[in-house]
């Protein structure tokens, strides 16, 4: 699995000061599971070290790049590089994209924008280069390294790459129509704990009311499930796909197994236990019962369990 990154994140020397701006979680954790493809627009077009540049706001309101002691304009510089680049993603296959942050070129969002006479700066900008990105692949999965700090933020950005590479391998293999009804299946839970009503819009496609041609189905299921892994999941939601999976063999348990599973959901609602307690009690019974149609749900297993992205409370709100 290949994964985009700021070149700076992985240690190298690429940054205006002639430093790096090195990420721990992606040297040594990400490092296990993907392969890194670094990019860095400014390198290539510029010299390292080399005057820091920053986003400017013109009297039309137009966005520039210039370098920060003000006398060069390198818009049009940055922005070829950034196109040039990010055209490179399309061939590099990649299923998921780390961007450095406040970066006037790779800054996913709130990048510091400066006004063009004397001022104050505005957290109100993007990075060319991420520009480019977010416009070339709404849906490919996107994340800052600061941003990746936060838990929730983490697990729901690995779990959309999981899918993501998931959904193009399994396109790949040309598959049937029992074949999509199966894929769609495992993502049940998974995408009921982002949203019910993609899930519902997913299976309109797959039921295929209207006869349309399989391709052109494969297509739109394709948009709908890239859509739908997008979007974040909620304590809530999670809450109901885990009472949704204990329904499945709860005439089968006594009152007092009963009694400790609800419990052990509600403490996971209560922000009190993290989701992978709640998951290890469950998949005991899902076990015992052999419960083939849970066994097969990317919701108990979306990605390497080593990742332990499920082991923090703060990973669900
Ligand atoms: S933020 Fe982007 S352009 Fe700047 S040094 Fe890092 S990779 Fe290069």
């Known amino acids: 699995m ?3 990154i700021s070149s700076c994140l992985l240690g190298t020397l690429c940054r205006y000061d002639g430093g790096h ?3 721990r979680f992606i040297t040594e954790v990400l490092k296990e599971y ?13 010299t390292t070290p080399r005057e820091a540049i920053r986003l400017v706001k013109s009297k039309e309101e137009r966005i520039k790049v210039v370098t920060s002691n003000g006398n060069m304009d390198v818009t049009s510089t940055i922005n070829d590089i950034s196109k040039e680049l990010a055209n490179q993603i399309e061939y590099d296959e990649l299923c998921g994209f780390i961007l450095k942050s406040n970066s006037p070129t790779c800054g996913m969002e709130r990048v510091k924008v400066y006004p063009e006479e004397k001022g104050m700066s505005e957290k109100i900008g993007v990075g060319i280069f991420a520009q480019h990105i977010k416009s070339q692949y709404p849906f490919l999965p996107i994340e800052e390294e600061g941003r990746l700090e936060d ?11 999981f899918a993501y590479f998931h959904l193009f391998e399994f396109l790949k293999t040309e598959p049937s ?5 199966a894929f769609h299946t495992s993502y049940k839970y998974i995408i009921y704990a982002k949203s019910h009503k993609a899930y519902k819009e997913l299976g309109n496609i797959v039921a295929n009311h209207a ?15 890239l859509r739908a892994i997008s979007l974040k999941g909620s304590i809530t939601n999670t809450y109901n796909v ?5 329904g499945y ?9 009963k009694c400790e599973i609800l419990e052990t959901l509600e403490e996971f609602k209560k922000e009190q236990i993290p989701l992978i307690a709640v998951i290890k009690v469950l998949n005991l019974y899902i076990t015992r019962f052999d419960i083939t149609y849970l066994k097969t749900q990317k919701f108990l297993n979306p990605y390497p369990k080593e990742l332990a992205l499920r082991s923090k409370i703060e990973a669900y709100k």
Request: hydrophobic share 45%; net charge positive.
């Open 2 to 4: 290949k994964l985009g």
């Open 21 to 23: 701006s090195k990420n």
């Open 34 to 46: 993907f392969d890194f493809v670094p990019y860095c627009p400014e390198k290539m077009v510029f």
């Open 151 to 161: 838990a929730w933020l983490r697990e729901n950005f690995l779990m959309q790459i």
């Open 177 to 181: 129509v029992k074949e999509l009804i």
């Open 211 to 225: 006869k349309k041609d399989f391709i052109m189905l494969l297509e739109l299921y394709k948009d709908a499930f």
């Open 242 to 246: 885990l009472l949704h999976l204990y």
């Open 249 to 257: 063999f709860k005439k089968e348990i006594s009152k007092e197994e």
